[in-house]
T-cell receptor, first 113, second 115 residues
């Protein structure tokens, strides 16, 4: 298995632009998570899905952030409009719902200028 | 609210030394605990997963223990090597009131193994 695949690896965008981050979980994993990592806050859970259904989005910082999981093999995290304080590394992770460990993607490093 | 703390925050040791990283959590209602390493600018690599019913897991030079009742886990690294230099993160999957579960990360231990 290729693991959790995220794209793009790096994204530089101007303030106000829309940004879409993509994630392909490991086949057979039925939970998917979006995390954000910054020096100040460490790793923060933004949202997670079980069987493609959003379960907890309390970590989504603002309405500018939205996430979708249209099927078991794909998820997106969208920021619209983006702001400089959104600059961070965004990780996607997946796991088997019952008791499995988490597998993380390589992350997307977002810079908003 | 689950809080996960790791001690020490940073550690520098000479090559070959055995070392212990500590993790403590406040809510003992956990499903499992996972240790990760993160290299600078990279993603998280899973090292060991301990289910709540287990006491320890071993992989090569790594051994992780879990004492759920006291809210503690340790990661033991034997015969440390410069390639072990990284940030080590402890994370617990705990049960939420009302159902569901959540992964909470510790603050991390930054390890440097010197020649």
């Amino acid at each position: 298995d290729a693991g959790v695949i995220q794209s793009p690896r790096h994204e530089v965008t101007e303030m106000g632009q829309e940004v879409t981050l993509r994630c392909k979980p490991i086949s057979g994993h039925n939970s998917l998570f979006w995390y954000r990592q910054t020096m100040m806050r460490g790793l923060e859970l933004l949202i997670y899905f079980n069987n493609n259904v959003p379960i907890d989005d309390s970590g989504m910082p603002e309405d500018r952030f939205s996430a979708k999981m249209p099927n078991a093999s794909f998820s997106t995290l969208k920021i619209q409009p983006s702001e400089p304080r959104d600059s961070a590394v965004y990780f996607c992770a997946s796991r088997i719902l019952q008791g499995g460990g988490y597998t993380f993607g390589s992350g997307t490093r977002l810079t908003v200028v | 609210k689950q809080e996960v703390t790791q001690i020490p925050a940073a550690l520098s040791v000479p090559e070959g030394e055995n070392l212990v990283l500590n993790c403590s959590f406040t809510d003992s209602a956990i499903y499992n605990l996972q240790w990760f390493r993160q290299d600078p600018g990279k993603g998280l690599t899973s090292l060991l997963l301990i289910q709540s019913s287990q006491r320890e897991q071993t992989s090569g030079r790594l051994n992780a223990s879990l004492d759920k009742s006291s809210g503690r886990s340790t990661l033991y690294i034997a015969a440390s090597q410069p390639g072990d230099s990284a940030t080590y993160l402890c994370a617990v999957v705990h049960i939420l009131t009302g159902g569901g579960n959540k992964l909470t990360f510790g603050t991390g231990t930054q390890l440097k193994v010197e020649l």
